[in-house]
């Protein structure tokens, strides 16, 4: 792939206008271009997205940061739309990829997901 288009997540002109763009994936952001007392319609929007998406791109999410305490909610909603991949800002070592790991694997068993089938790319 060669060119990701960020769509923000609280924006549903954006995200149906995203694949006309041309770009190989759209990354669904939940994280900067997402004010904060929007995150909860985004994750809700994104999921959405995903699951009526008849997916003329690959779709990942982009979550918000560990630090936030953010991730694993907005982890919990987008699963149930089984994105292409997740980006995973702010990372700062292996302990921060472990713990995302465990709850991919968590999120993806509880959705009836193959093992490991989302893809993680470290922003």
């Known amino acids: 792939m060669r ?11 954006k995200l149906a206008k995203g694949p006309s763009s041309g770009p190989d994936a759209l ?3 939940l994280e ?5 007392n929007r995150k909860t319609v985004a994750r809700d929007m ?4 995903l699951k009526t998406s008849t997916r003329p791109v ?3 999410v982009r979550v918000n ?3 936030t305490g953010l991730t694993l909610g907005d982890l919990a909603v987008v699963m149930q739309g089984r994105p292409d991949g997740i980006v ?7 302990k921060d990829l472990d713990l995302l790991a465990t709850y991919l694997d968590a999120l993806e068993a509880r959705e009836g997901i193959e ?3 989302t893809c993680l790319r470290n922003q």
């Open 46 to 49: 994104v999921r959405d997205y």
């Open 115 to 117: 093992p490991q089938p």
């Open 65 to 67: 940061a560990l630090d």
């Open 3 to 13: 060119s990701f288009l960020f769509v923000p997540g609280d924006s549903e002109r």
């Open 58 to 60: 690959k779709l990942y």
């Open 32 to 36: 900067d271009s997402v004010a904060a």
């Open 88 to 94: 995973f800002p702010k990372c700062v070592g292996q």
């Open 27 to 29: 990354i669904l952001d």
